[in-house]
């Protein structure tokens, strides 16, 4: 049987440095982390283990609060007729860029090469889902006759395709994980509702689960969904002050139903178009935590949102020692799993206890329990927390003592559940401090250019009274986009009111946030 030594300091984690390199530090932390690596497939990725049980994890916190919420869980074909594409205009013009398109449903082999066999070309090409409100709508209409029909309130979980010529891991991928819900509604009264309802779902998913603050609005016409009304979004702030749009949720009105001709017989006997929404969120909010949460050490997640919250680790030079600091860690294994802690133990043997704090670190676990031939005999545990929150002015190594603490046994145990409870709230308030610290009210366009071009931006709440074209050169000028028109109460005291637009000088009734994003 091999033996480990007694070491308790990690190797230096492998990750470049934020400051130095973020689209590196992203990738590495991904690598690190074991959470996706890129597939032989042009622009897709390959979720590992542990990335997808992050996915698991967010999937089960959203599905209860959309079942909460009246909805049900379906699932429609992967493939859609072109034709059904074609049927909303503004929907197919959105898409018509990022689909990916079926001509033939079998190959041959011609002189040693494999081609599509011409004698199999479709009669009507078939689209690769890049979103499914056409099908969808298509079936609803042998589902909905009357009023007492509605509202029908379905969900799916499903991947997507969107032919994406500019890819990165988990935020822009040509295939990727979400869900994407769809509602019939008897008026637009109840619709509307509907869009909201899912757009505080998503908020406080994001906000009490990720631990990442969102400021909620409406999108500009020229950054809404393809087909809708009207969009709502939630908007977080990456540690690089860039934006990334969380969550999504469309008044689509009657255009869809309109499309695939379904009505309803209304309460008064008459013939009328259901009112429709759909809202979604993907795989992308897997790079939100990363962006929002991690170090230069590698991945930090949320204990809501980690698959393993705590790991027990036995230290051991001799076949005697790790005999006793495995007893003792199975049992500490159990006390934790009987208070619901999300626990694993760790006595993989021939592995210095260095390389699994290593590992461990880098996969974001919260808690790590390292368990001696010492700590036996005191009748102690050290608990090791993946990050502390700051203080002002404290060396690094002040803080690095800080992450660990030598308790009593009992004491220790106790004390596991309180603190990943209070490291969730830690991390919500750091990141709300990051992005308060990274946050202008400007009023003038040289405020802006300094703020974007020389530090560093972040948010940036300006009055806005510009149309399509104007946007454009915003996004020409200073690379930055408006986020959202966000609602009265997410805009701070200080930004309300009314004022003059940025760019036109034109009066404005209210701010806009605008960022770089991703």
């Not at 699932?75 to 197919?92: D, G, Q, R, V």
């Not at 379905?154 to 822009?172: G, K």
């Not at 007893?327 to 043997?349: I, N, P, S, T, Y």
């Not at 690094?396 to 308790?407: S, T, V």
Request: glycine share 8%; net charge neutral; aromatic share 10%.
């Amino acid at each position: 049987m091999g033996k480990q030594d007694g070491q308790r300091t990690g190797e230096a984690a492998a990750v470049t440095p934020r400051s130095k390199d973020y689209a590196q530090w992203y990738l590495d932390v991904i690598r690190q982390g074991s959470l996706a690596e890129h597939s032989p497939v042009r622009g897709c990725m390959v979720i590992r283990p542990h990335g997808y049980a992050i996915w698991e994890k967010m999937q089960r916190e959203l599905d209860d609060r959309f079942k909460a919420t009246g909805h049900e869980n379906a699932y429609f074909p992967l493939f859609i007729p072109l034709s059904f594409l074609t049927k909303e205009e503004k929907h197919a013009s959105g898409f018509a860029k990022e689909c990916a398109v079926i001509t033939h449903h079998r190959l041959k082999s011609v002189d040693g090469e494999v081609v599509p066999d011409p004698e199999s070309k479709l009669d009507e090409p078939l689209v690769v889902r890049p979103t499914s409100e056409t099908i969808i709508w298509a079936q609803y209409k042998s589902w909905i006759q009357s009023y007492r029909d509605l509202p029908l309130l379905i969900n799916q979980w499903a991947n997507v395709v969107r032919w994406e010529m500019r890819t990165r891991l988990f935020l822009r991928t040509a295939e990727f994980l979400w869900q994407e819900g769809h509602t019939a509604h008897a008026t637009e009264k109840e619709a509307l509702e509907e869009v909201w309802r899912m757009l505080d779902v998503y908020a406080d998913f994001a906000e009490n689960v990720m631990a990442v603050p969102v400021i909620k609005g409406r999108k500009t016409e020229g950054e809404r969904f393809a087909g809708a009304i009207e969009t709502l979004s939630i908007e977080g702030m990456m540690q690089d002050g860039k934006a990334l749009q969380m969550g999504t949720s469309h008044y689509l009105g009657q255009n869809f139903s309109k499309g695939a001709d379904v009505k309803f017989q209304n309460k008064d006997g008459q013939l009328e178009y259901v009112y429709a929404t759909s809202w979604g969120v993907s795989t992308r909010l897997i790079g939100a935590l990363i962006m929002t949460h991690s170090d230069d050490a590698g991945l930090v997640l949320p204990p809501r949102l980690a698959p393993v919250q705590a790991v027990i680790v036995p230290i051991y030079k001799s076949d005697e020692e790790r005999a006793k600091t495995v007893e003792e860690a199975k049992k500490v294994f159990a006390e934790l799993k009987a208070k619901g802690v999300a626990v694993k133990l760790d006595d993989r043997d021939g592995i210095m206890p260095g390389a699994k704090y290593y590992e461990w670190e880098g996969k974001g676990v919260p808690l790590r329990i390292e368990i001696g031939p010492k700590d036996l005999e005191k009748g102690s545990l050290c608990i090791a927390r993946r990050f502390v929150a700051e203080i002002e002015g404290e060396t690094p190594e002040a803080q690095r003592k800080r992450r660990k603490a030598f308790l009593p046994r009992a004491e220790a145990i106790a004390s596991i559940v309180p603190t990943l409870d209070a490291m969730q709230k830690e991390l919500f308030e750091r990141a709300l401090k990051l992005r308060a610290a990274r946050t202008r009210v400007i009023d003038t366009l040289d405020e802006y250019e300094k703020f974007f071009k020389g530090e560093g931006g972040g948010f940036a709440w300006v009055h806005w009274a510009g149309d399509s074209k104007d946007e454009d050169e915003m996004a020409r000028r200073y690379e930055t986009s408006i986020r959202n028109i966000p609602f009265e109460d997410q805009i701070p005291p200080e930004a309300r009111g009314g004022g003059k637009c940025v760019l036109t000088g034109k009066p404005s009734k209210q701010r806009v946030l605008m960022s770089k994003s991703y």
